[in-house]
């Protein structure tokens, strides 16, 4: 079985802020991991995704996510938040193979950009 | 145009009576997906389809049932609504190429129908 956990339902930053959301996962086997943002009356976009590839994976907006085996996690960072970037954030997690598309997600954190 | 077109967006309800939520895809994804989300629950999945002549249930699919009535359309229905199925519903598409970038299963989705049921 897999899961995902995100640490933190909400996240509050101040504009120019780093931006810090934590995602840890556990699958049985090599993962897929994906982070998706929801921003208001909207479905759910790709922003980036981890695929075996490069570890540091870049995403769209300026967001990027490191992938590191041994912490079991997948945070995702943006060094300097934007007041667009309010929004939901989910971490998810796919065996890929046969499981093509049968994404687990994390219960979602939602960020909050002051002024 | 949308790619993936949820009907109806909103939709209220009473409890008992059966509803449809309708999905119709342009991008040509065999793949087809139903989540429901819930507030700090994240998404979950209810049923899926890998082509026209598979039906999977997924996690929560008891109180739901699907048609795939073509490659593009996929329906979710309610058959007797009850209050705890009020939430947010998302359809989804992938792709399948074995090897190619869209190996990984990244789903596209439509922009949501939000059930009331009272």
């Known amino acids: 079985a897999q899961s995902v956990t995100q640490l933190g339902s909400h996240v509050s930053v101040s504009e120019g802020a780093l931006v810090l959301l934590r995602c840890n996962y556990s699958?049985?086997?090599?993962?897929?991991l994906f982070w998706y943002v929801q921003y208001p009356n909207q479905g759910l976009q790709l922003l980036l995704k981890?695929?075996?590839?490069?570890?540091l994976v870049k995403g769209i907006n300026g967001f990027e996510a490191e992938f590191k085996k041994s912490e079991t996690s997948f945070h995702l960072t943006k060094p300097s938040a934007h007041m667009s970037d309010a929004a939901e954030y989910f971490c998810?997690?796919?065996?890929?193979?046969?499981?093509?598309?049968?994404?687990?997600f994390g219960q979602g954190t939602i960020l909050t950009v002051h002024p | 145009d949308a790619d993936v077109t949820q009907t109806p967006r909103n939709r209220i309800t009473k409890t008992g009576k059966r509803i449809m939520l309708e999905c119709s895809q342009t991008k040509g994804h065999d793949r087809m997906y139903w989540y429901r989300q819930d507030p700090g629950l994240g998404l979950r999945l209810i049923y899926y389809?890998?082509?026209?002549?598979?039906?999977n249930k997924g996690e929560i699919s008891d109180g739901y049932s699907v048609s795939r009535q073509a490659q593009a359309k996929f329906s979710l229905s309610l058959e007797s609504a009850i209050p705890n199925q009020t939430a947010l519903y998302f359809c989804a598409t992938s792709a399948y190429v074995r090897g190619g970038a869209d190996s990984t299963g990244e789903l596209f989705f439509g922009e949501g129908s939000r059930l009331t049921v009272l």
């Open positions: 389809s890998f082509d026209v002549k598979d039906i």
């Open positions: 981890y695929t075996s590839a490069a570890t």
């Open positions: 699958s049985s086997v090599p993962p897929y």
């Open positions: 998810a997690v796919s065996k890929g193979g046969t499981s093509y598309g049968k994404l687990t």
